[in-house]
């Protein structure tokens, strides 16, 4: 199944029940502004689909609506392959959390070497899509509005804390930023007002 965003997003809010849900308004939060990046870049040539990278916006978090939010990652993709979504849309489950294909690249919390094996086998064998890449820079600019990747940072880490791989994580974090910029040939911030507004 390769859905729209209408019908995702349709789907999200049968799952959530109460519309203020935050896991609701976050992934929201991020399909929306993936969009906004998605087609600045295809503006610039870049050969993207808009409401598919808006679609795996509001997938990435899909488990946090289906099981326990520590098991999200997990609960996200099994949801997503039992629905019959497409591998490229099932995929955007597993490796949202982590800015480089690598395990260790994440932000706060590692991922557990039982409970989360499928993640530890899949992400370094996996190529990341630019669709993937600019989900995962969203994920990273919104909590229930766009804001800064270092505001988001000490968001995430104030309430989560850090580990032994969270400095590389933000280098990491730092280096997709930059990767996006280029292709940009400008600040991702820029297509944000609401960002220049409060820097």
């Given amino acids: 199944m390769t859905p729209s965003s209408q019908e995702v997003l349709a789907l999200l809010r049968q799952l959530s029940i109460n519309p203020e849900n ?13 969009a906004v990046i998605a087609e ?11 409401d598919k990278v808006r679609t795996l916006g509001y997938l990435h978090d899909i488990g946090r609506l289906v099981g326990p939010g520590s098991n999200h990652i997990i609960n996200g993709y099994n949801f997503l392959k039992a629905q ?9 489950s597993l490796v949202h959390s982590y ?15 039982v409970r989360e094996k499928l993640v530890l086998d899949f992400l370094p064998q996996h190529t990341y899509t630019l669709s993937e890449k600019i989900v995962i820079l969203c994920d ?3 909590k229930y509005s766009v804001m800064t990747v270092d505001e988001r940072i ?12 969270t400095q590389n994580c933000i ?7 930059s990767e ?3 292709l940009l040939g400008g600040n991702v911030y820029d297509l944000f007002p609401e960002i220049k507004d409060n820097l």
């Fill in 84 to 92: 019959g979504f497409a591998d490229e849309y099932c995929n955007i």
């Fill in 171 to 177: 280098l990491a974090i730092r280096r997709l930023k």
């Fill in 99 to 113: 800015p480089e294909n690598s395990p260790a690249c994440v932000l706060s919390t590692p991922p557990d070497p």
């Fill in 140 to 142: 990273l600019m919104c």
């Fill in 154 to 165: 000490v968001d995430v880490l104030s309430r989560h804390g850090t580990w032994i791989g």
């Fill in 40 to 50: 600045a870049l295809q503006q610039k040539g870049q050969p993207l689909d808009v």
């Fill in 22 to 34: 935050t896991s609701l308004r976050h992934t929201v939060c991020v399909g929306d502004a993936a």
């Fill in 180 to 182: 996006i910029d280029a």
